[in-house]
């Protein structure tokens, strides 16, 4: 499973784009991007993914350059509710299930 | 139903206790889940079931032990637990992968909050 490297916290102000940047160095030629969002006290939710390239949703988008080392996480003017941890996560799935090993994630604090 | 729900929503228990979490899903997932998590560190997995069978068992102690009934249906089976058991339990449940080795995104619950005295 290839390690994940995120900024320990990140601080913004309501209204503003924020990226969050994850590297991840030996991802293989099957791993995905994922990345999950975690409120105090809930479960983590999955907010996108992708293999190569820019995704988007209506959350974030996702962009993740040619080699595939790193990725970034774009949240578009963040309000004082996307206040929370943000993990990126790297891996493939089997058949059955997958295997979803956390890094220690990105602490975003959004100020009024 | 794109739910997962847990219950209890918070447990405490002695060091002698036996105990049961659960958790229930009705998405047609084939893979459920139990994560362990800290205070302020990320979620840790525990057990993982496909298929009602269990597939990964993270080296947890025994005295946690995890029971999928069917395929809805995921139990952890507490006792003589430890006070540093304490902790916020997660389960979660997925598809298998969408196709290829696309990984299908794990819906969680809400969790039980755990205390050992």
């Known amino acids: 499973l290839a390690k994940t490297t995120q900024p320990i916290s990140m601080d913004s102000y309501e209204g503003q784009e924020v990226n969050i940047t994850c590297s991840h160095n030996?991802?293989?030629?099957?791993?995905?991007i994922t990345w999950y969002q975690q409120f105090p006290s809930q479960g983590p939710r999955f907010i996108i993914q992708?293999?190569?390239t820019k995704v988007t949703n209506e959350v974030a988008s996702l962009f993740i350059p040619a080699d595939r080392k790193s990725s970034t996480l774009s949240l578009p003017r963040v309000s004082l509710s996307d206040t929370a941890v943000y993990y990126c996560?790297?891996?493939?799935?089997?058949?059955?299930?997958?295997?979803?090993?956390f890094g220690t994630g990105t602490r975003l604090l959004v100020s009024p | 139903d794109t739910e997962v729900t847990q219950t209890p929503k918070h447990l405490v228990m002695g060091m002698t206790n036996k105990k049961s979490l659960k958790c229930e899903q009705h998405?047609?997932?084939?893979?459920m889940y139990w994560y362990k998590q800290k205070a302020k560190k990320p979620p840790e997995l525990m057990f993982v079931?496909?298929?009602?069978?269990?597939?990964i068992n993270e080296s947890v102690p025994s005295r946690f032990s995890p029971e999928c009934p069917n395929s809805s249906l995921l139990n952890l089976h507490l006792h003589a637990l430890q006070p540093e058991d304490s902790a916020l339990y997660l389960c979660?449940?997925?598809?298998?992968?969408?196709?290829?080795?696309?990984?299908?995104?794990?819906?969680f619950g809400p969790g039980t909050r755990l205390t050992v005295t």
């Open positions: 979660a449940s997925s598809q298998g992968t969408h196709g290829g080795t696309r990984p299908a995104g794990q819906y």
């Open positions: 992708g293999y190569k």
């Open positions: 030996n991802i293989a030629t099957n791993d995905y």
């Open positions: 079931y496909s298929y009602e069978k269990l597939s």
């Open positions: 998405m047609g997932h084939r893979a």
């Open positions: 996560l790297v891996g493939a799935g089997n058949t059955g299930f997958q295997k979803l090993v």
